[in-house]
DNA sequence: TTGCCTTAAATTGTTGACAATCTGACACGG
DNA sequence: CCGTGTCAGATTGTCAACAATTTAAGGCAA
């Protein structure tokens, strides 16, 4: 089980960012660089150029001399990010009429079997994983590179969002139903009504995060701003 | 005029971004560690993390052992680009419904009469950038921070574009009578003729692009894909 | 006990030297 | 004259030691 390859920044970086995926880190963790130069068998240079390309991501922030940390999207940024997903998925699910062929379907459809299989099997961070996955597929439709690399980024941040404000009895961020209405909605040709539903969808998900609890340490500052200085 | 500010790797990526906007660096140019560390007084460590974040942001290729250099985009790439900018302004146009105050609109036009006024004046460099920023000024109405990161990543992305296949006789990508008419339509308030002119306005710049010439040396490797390997 | 100062450990930031790789030129054989 | 192999110079990649900063604990006075 010798670690022959070096493993670049980019290989550190897909594991944190696959960990990020199945909520196996939960934002706000710290992340010392000895103790990842440890886990990936990489000098400290990779971590830290790891650490630089995920802050351009927005998947960890960092503070000078103190290190990095996986990000928390503010309520804010949280908005930023549904409404950004909306526009991007309805603008990409437009772009791919008359791209969407049956073998794209088919694929679709296979997704959605995987999903369930995931679920059925009690795999959720491979259910989690998946419901990801299907956004991606689906945008992959409209055959745009560069938008299907954005989108991933807002996936990965609403990852983060869910972990920290979603509701804590479901750990899911995706209805399979939803995903499966919208296949159905293609397979019948009606764009319209797949976009409806895709952002309806996304809407669903965000109307169930809640912001009002004080994850944050931080909050402190905020639940007391009212308090004069003398 | 001793430089005492450090220059961190972020002012170093505004350094050469601004260059790329400006088109005082070519798509292609090799950027060598040591003369970038001469020019802006700092370590090889900060050149190398800001050559990372540029790549992040597909404005500079890096090749390992071979260093970096600023990216040429494909045809196929700008094709993306420009479909990108379409739907990403398009959408955060119609976002701005309602969001648009008199303030915006009189800072809009202060905008156009930058522009002129650098136009009027022979000073190229600053016209070509605030040709960039009036496309930002616009979907900043939006309000909202993610998208408007992304836009700029395009933006800088159109930028080497015209660089590449732009019309040689004119150094510009973008008719400054275009931007006037759009914000024009906003004045009263017609927000579906200001789409309209937007996007307009950016297929008209796309269409303006010339992808026959073989400007890359590497071309040959396209020009003999057929060729079987034994 | 509370608050604060001092001190030590841990963590991050930086620099420099060394290893690995690539570029370009020169010589050699065909 | 052309193609190939070799070698020196230049450029990038990696790593380890050192410096700077932060964190946490302990002691001391109020």
């Not at 976009?195 to 809640?210: A, F, G, K, M, Y």
């Amino acid at each position: 089980m010798a670690n022959t390859a070096p493993m670049t920044e980019e290989d550190v970086c897909a594991h944190i960012r696959d960990s990020v995926l199945e909520r196996r880190l939960a934002p706000g963790t710290k992340l010392t660089e000895e103790s990842l130069c440890a886990i990936f068998g990489v000098g400290r240079t990779t971590i830290r150029r790891a650490f630089l390309l995920l802050k351009r991501d927005n998947i960890v922030e960092l503070q000078r001399n103190r290190g990095a940390m996986i990000a928390s999207p503010s309520p804010e940024e949280a908005q930023q990010v549904f409404e950004s997903r909306r526009l991007v998925e309805k603008a990409l699910l437009e772009q791919s009429i008359g791209k969407i062929n049956t073998a794209s379907l088919e694929e679709l459809e296979a997704h959605l079997k995987e999903e369930q299989s995931a679920l059925a099997s009690g795999n959720i961070a491979r259910w989690i994983r998946l419901t990801g996955e299907f956004h991606m597929h689906l945008a992959r439709q409209a055959g745009n590179e560069i938008m299907l690399a954005f989108l991933e980024q807002l996936i990965f941040q609403t990852s983060l969002i869910v972990a920290l404000y979603g509701p804590s009895n479901s750990g899911s961020n995706c209805n399979g139903d939803d995903h499966r209405n919208i296949v159905e909605a293609l397979n019948s040709g009606d764009f319209g009504c797949a976009s409806r539903l895709l952002v309806h969808h996304l809407q669903e998900i965000e109307s169930q995060l809640v912001f009002d609890s004080p994850h944050e340490a931080d909050d402190l500052q905020a639940a007391f701003a009212n308090v004069r200085t003398a």
